[in-house]
């Protein structure tokens, strides 16, 4: 009697909901499953879809893992080769003047393929969130306007309930569902959100080469920058040297990812209308008056957040798929080791289980890890030993991912703490330390045995 083929369906179409669905799909020939995607949006371009993102080796690893032939061949118009002999694909941190701290050892590599067969160190490489999504949506029938409100679970599997009645049964449901997951809410509601008591601004522009030289005159051509200042205040900056197609124009101009955050408690009895990106991008440099000395670092950071768009930008000098207009956020992320997991036919990936601040940039390296990991759990699937699979799943990313939340919140807060002007000098000069043995021993901050 021929055994009847098994249905996981999978909730999200982020990074890691599709590098799942194309590793499920890839592997058929060992074990096939009915693979279903589903996801709340109207369709792919119904929301922002994000910003500048690093792919370290892990993430490129698994990443080439799971995706086909057929996809991997696009991948390069999601994760550019680096320039070679402009770009530095590595994390290098500032003062709040632009003096050099700390720059990690990042082996730099020719492309995708070569950052995924790296056995030793790490490597960074600044990419597309967006595109690579674009990427991963080739040959994927994701059902959108599909928003699950939860699921009911019982011996024999899982029935998922969506907000327009329907429901749709299967044997394994996957959560990739983001931070405010509902599946999540449903099979741990007990594991909650974390709040940094940090606000973050996020925002792409479309930033002029005369601007980007002035930073990498100051900067170093590092192309992931951070700068920390006195207040708890934080400066970061992403970006290739990869021109924009766009009409012709007195210079190349290049997408730019600016980024500012600060501690919360700053934004007492300020009054700020996050529905209006003018109130938000004024309130930005208003506070990066308020907290940076006057000095060329402050004036190129101010010229980034004028050249944020107050309303959608002109398609013509703007050319990416999607964008969303500016507003403040909390710095928040998920410890999944915080509580007891109990496995059964349901389970979390990516920010559902472990959202993480983007201090290390692991957030989107992780996602697609854990899609890895769990299509090789489930290689040995079958009606009995379903929960060992997705045990064994949830044992290597719980533990991992535990270890990078905490790692990135850690620094987050760290960095995030104000210091005087004398604590400043002790902090300058400690990480400048850390900064020559790290980079003696050849020591990566983030780097991992597996």
């Known amino acids: ?14 990074l890691g909901g599709l590098t799942l669905y194309h590793a499920l799909i890839k592997n058929k020939d ?36 799971c995706i086909p032939s057929s996809i991997a061949l696009n991948v390069p118009k999601a994760i550019p080769d680096p320039v070679l002999n402009v770009e530095y694909h590595g994390f290098s941190l500032y003062d709040h003047t632009g003096n050099l701290l700390l720059r990690p050892p990042t082996r730099q590599i020719k492309d995708v393929y070569d950052a995924a067969n790296l056995s030793v160190g790490v490597s960074l490489t600044i990419t597309y969130r967006d595109e690579l999504r ?25 029935w998922v309930l969506f907000e327009d009645g329907s429901k749709e049964f299967c044997d394994i449901l996957v959560g990739a569902d983001g931070i405010n997951s509902p599946v999540r809410k449903q099979k741990l509601p007990e594991l909650q959100i974390s709040d940094h008591g940090l606000t973050m601004v996020i925002a792409n522009v479309a930033a002029p ?23 708890g205040d934080i400066s970061i900056i992403l970006f290739r040297y990869i021109p924009i197609e766009q ?8 997408r730019v990812t600016t980024f500012f955050q600060y501690p919360s408690k700053l934004d007492v009895n300020s009054k700020v209308d996050d529905n209006d990106p003018t109130s938000v991008i004024d309130h930005v440099k208003y506070m990066i008056r308020k907290l940076r000395p006057e000095c060329e670092m402050t004036d ?34 998920i410890d999944p080791l915080s509580v007891v997991w109990s496995t059964s036919r349901v389970t979390l990936l990516g920010d559902a289980a472990h959202a993480t601040s983007p201090a290390l940039g692991l957030g989107a390296n992780n996602a697609i890890q854990d899609a890895d990991v769990l299509s090789q759990a489930l290689l040995n699937y079958s009606p009995e030993n379903y929960i060992s699979c997705i045990k ?20 987050d807060l760290r960095q995030s703490t104000p210091v005087s002007y004398t604590g400043s000098i002790f902090r300058n000069n400690f990480i400048k330390i850390l900064n020559s043995v790290t980079n003696f021993f050849d020591y990566n901050l983030i780097e991992r045995k597996n």
């Not at 009697?1 to 982020?14: E, R, S, W």
């Not at 013509?316 to 403040?328: E, G, H, I, N, W």
Request: aromatic share 12%; net charge positive.
């Open 1 to 14: 009697m021929q055994q009847k083929i098994p249905t996981v369906i999978i909730n999200g179409a982020g």
């Open 30 to 65: 060992i074990k096939e499953f009915n693979v279903k995607i589903f996801d709340r949006e109207s369709g792919p371009q119904d929301r922002w879809q994000g910003y500048h993102i690093g792919i370290n080796n892990y993430g490129a690893r698994s990443l080439i893992n």
């Open 134 to 158: 674009h990427v991963l949506l080739e040959n994927v029938p994701v059902q959108w306007g599909k928003k699950c409100i939860g699921y009911e679970e019982s011996d024999d599997g899982v």
């Open 209 to 231: 080469k005369n601007l980007l030289d002035r930073l990498s005159k100051l900067g170093g051509n590092a192309v992931f920058q951070e700068t920390v200042g006195l207040n």
């Open 247 to 254: 009409e012709s124009y007195d210079e190349p101009y290049y």
């Open 300 to 333: 190129i950071l101010l010229e980034f957040w004028n050249l944020v768009p107050k309303t959608s930008p002109d398609p013509k000098k703007y050319p990416f798929k999607t964008y969303d207009l500016v507003r403040r956020r909390k710095m928040q992320d």
């Open 392 to 411: 064994k799943y949830e044992i290597e990313m719980l533990k991992r991912n535990s270890d990078d939340v905490l790692k990135s919140r850690f620094i």
